[in-house]
């Protein structure tokens, strides 16, 4: 019997061999072993064509980090190369298959921390040479995009806003590799900024946070305080295009700390009496920021008819996408605004193996960006992300309306 096994990236079906005669034709879900290292999570997973999570592992750095006060890279790689091994072992075992059965191995390349992406890089091509395997290169921030992709079923375009420790992105989705930036972060992201203001309120010394990263802590406290405790109007009111900034804000919480600390008669590094005031009125500023921009961007999609005619999506993503609050008002924001808004849960939020196999599985697919040669593969801390068209936003100069949930 002659039966060919058909073009590798297209066929769905493979044979089944024992002892070396063919026995029968399954049903073949080809599997992809995603690798993350991006910054300060180790992370592996596999995932199959049918978005299956057949094994997953993940080694979070965040303690050490904290302990220090921040990321230090040579820190991050060092347990990047510690745990990398370990992790995607684990991920392997727990599938239940073997390296030799999966079709691709997926890596993050960039953007992220040179020293963190080369961990990863490295170890993925001594897997690739190991095993013949074919790479996929990914975009860590493309894959925050499209992991939604996994958990519903959400066809393009959708408006995506990416929230995280290193970026602040809105976005048109219109295909696997196909973006339309329509605004960033002109300085610091959001997660940063709350990690800052939650290392400056010295929130690590609180018995319910010390070890939760910035960004928790300031949503936990938040819980118990006022947000009304003082009043931060939105950053960049004036200017009318889908840009952030959450540097003015965390500077104004500097200072607004340093005041308290000299009200309450206390040093610098002590607990204020009123930190989940500050926490609630901070992560407040946070996501009026955000909903502002969105608001713009929801806007300048319809007039420009971005988002195709049926009931389009909003999906949020990136770490401090897990913040409850946050989800609340941009909910808020879609119901006014007649879309859906999509958050995967904060597992898949935060950084993970998951969503790099899964972008490897969709980049499989379509068979674009499958590299059978890697000798001119590198890593790229810095990348852009999409088309940009911010400047046709700012041209439209869209007024805001206000929101009636937003005060
Ligand atoms: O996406 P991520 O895991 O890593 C990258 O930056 O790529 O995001 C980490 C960021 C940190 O700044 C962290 O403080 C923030 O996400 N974060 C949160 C929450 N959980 C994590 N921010 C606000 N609320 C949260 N619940
Ligand atoms: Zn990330």
Not at 41 to 48: E, H, K, L, Q, W
Not at 60 to 67: A, D, G, Y
Request: proline content about 3%; glycine content about 8%.
């Amino acid at each position: 019997m002659n039966i060919k096994l058909s073009n590798f990236y297209k066929t769905s079906w493979t044979l089944c061999k024992q002892n070396n005669s063919v026995r029968s034709v399954v049903n073949y879900q080809r599997k992809v072993l995603g690798i993350e290292t991006s910054c300060d999570d180790t992370g592996a997973a596999i995932v199959d064509e049918n978005g299956k999570i057949l094994g997953e592992a993940l080694v979070s750095q965040k303690e050490v980090h904290l302990k220090t006060g921040g990321i230090i890279p040579s820190v991050a790689q060092q347990l990047h190369k510690d745990n990398i091994d370990r992790v995607v072992n684990e991920a392997i075992l727990s599938s239940g298959i073997s390296l030799h059965d999966v079709s691709a191995i997926a890596t993050t390349v960039k953007p992220g921390l040179a020293l963190s992406l080369g961990v990863g890089l490295s170890y993925s091509l001594n897997l690739v040479k190991r095993y013949n395997k074919p790479f996929i290169p990914i975009h860590h921030m493309e894959a925050h995009a499209l992991t939604v992709r996994l958990l519903h079923q959400v066809e393009f375009p959708f408006l995506v806003l990416l929230i995280s420790g290193g970026h602040c992105l809105l976005s048109v989705a219109n295909g696997i590799s196909d973006f339309l930036l329509l605004g960033q972060s002109l300085d610091e992201s959001p997660g940063e900024a709350l990690d800052k203001v939650a290392r400056r309120l010295s929130l690590l010394k609180h018995p319910e946070c010390s070890s939760m990263s910035g960004g928790q802590s300031i949503e936990h406290l938040a819980h118990f305080g006022d947000k009304r405790f003082i009043k931060h109007s939105p950053p960049m009111a004036h200017y009318q295009d889908c840009n952030f900034s959450f540097s003015g804000l965390r500077n104004y919480y500097d200072r607004l700390i340093q005041k308290m600390e000299v009200k309450e008669g206390i040093q610098k590094g002590e607990l204020l009496s009123c930190a989940a005031d500050i926490a609630a009125s901070c992560q407040h500023s946070v996501a009026h920021h955000l909903v502002k921009r969105t608001q713009r961007a929801i806007l300048f999609c319809k007039q420009e008819k971005l988002l195709g005619a049926t009931k389009a999506s909003l999906v949020v993503s990136g770490g401090v996408a897990c913040n409850e609050y946050i989800r609340k008002i941009l909910k808020n924001l879609t119901d006014e605004m007649d879309m859906s808004l999509l958050c995967p849960p904060p597992h898949f939020c935060t950084d993970n193996g998951v969503m790099i196999a899964w972008n490897g599985i969709e980049k499989l697919r379509t068979g674009a960006g499958v590299l059978e040669n890697t000798d001119d593969i590198c890593y790229e801390p810095r990348a852009l992300f999409g088309t940009d068209i911010s400047q046709q936003v700012r041209k439209a100069a869209i007024k805001l309306p206000s929101l009636k949930n937003m005060k």
